[in-house]
């Protein structure tokens, strides 16, 4: 089985922080993926990552960075965290080689107060 | 802008009846397809993938794939109430690295 971790489920912090999300899975995946969702708004695609150190931006990346030292790990940093990222943020990994599908991770509702 | 559209209206069935979703999509090179559930407050989860046109079945679940229509469907049979969640259908980008566009979802509710 094909498996995604996230470093948090619930995530609560102040305007202006530098906030770090962890994502992690365990299958040797070459890519990976970060969304953000909101109601009404869908998944949106903020960046992702096709191989270490390798990193492109999706459609809305401003405000965020990325970082994968590890092919397991990819980071998603908020340089100064606002209210308007308070979100549910979600990591994804592609499964199998010519499959391309994608499995989440548990998701991080984040706050920012 | 390459988009999937799925029904933004709420679909509501009775138990045991057969629910169907629908998705439509831009992206001509798009060649694989997706469904996943997701429950409120709940990550997606993988539902079925279909790749070649016609049905694809996998117990209660039957997708079905028109490329020349650019047209995907999911089938639910004997729905239960435990169905009742978000639906999203997703297509792989053809531009590349993987990525899937995502529809906005259709929420199902399935009352007993």
């Known amino acids: 089985d094909v498996k995604v971790t996230q470093s948090s489920r619930y995530l609560v912090k102040r305007t202006g922080e530098k906030v770090f999300l962890e994502c992690v899975q365990d299958?040797?995946?070459?890519?990976m993926f970060w969304y953000r969702q909101d109601p009404g708004l869908g998944l949106r695609l903020i960046y992702f990552?096709?191989?270490?150190?390798?990193?492109e931006k999706g459609d809305i990346p401003e405000g965020y960075s990325v970082s994968r030292e590890k092919k397991e790990r990819f980071s998603l940093i908020l340089e100064s965290a606002s209210t308007n990222q308070t979100s549910m943020y979600l990591c994804?990994?592609?499964?199998?080689?010519?499959?391309?599908?994608?499995?989440f991770g548990p998701g991080t509702r984040l706050t920012v107060t | 802008q390459k988009e999937v559209e799925q029904n933004s209206r709420p679909l509501s069935v009775p138990e045991g009846a057969i629910a169907s979703l629908n998705c439509t999509y831009s992206?001509?090179?798009?060649?694989?397809f997706f469904w996943y559930r997701q429950y409120s407050g709940k990550s997606p989860e993988l539902i079925m993938s279909?790749?070649?046109?016609g049905d694809k079945e996998d117990g209660r679940f039957t997708a079905q794939l028109n490329k020349a229509s650019q047209y995907v469907s999911l089938l639910i049979r004997d729905s239960q109430p435990s169905d009742s969640a978000t639906y999203l259908c997703?297509?792989?980008?053809?531009?590349?690295?993987?990525?899937?566009?995502f529809g906005a979802g259709t929420r199902l509710a399935v009352h007993p």
């Open positions: 994804a990994s592609v499964g199998f080689p010519g499959t391309y599908e994608q499995y």
């Open positions: 299958m040797d995946h070459e890519n």
């Open positions: 279909i790749y070649s046109n």
């Open positions: 997703a297509g792989r980008d053809s531009g590349g690295y993987n990525k899937l566009i």
């Open positions: 990552s096709y191989d270490v150190k390798m990193k």
């Open positions: 992206d001509r090179g798009s060649q694989s």
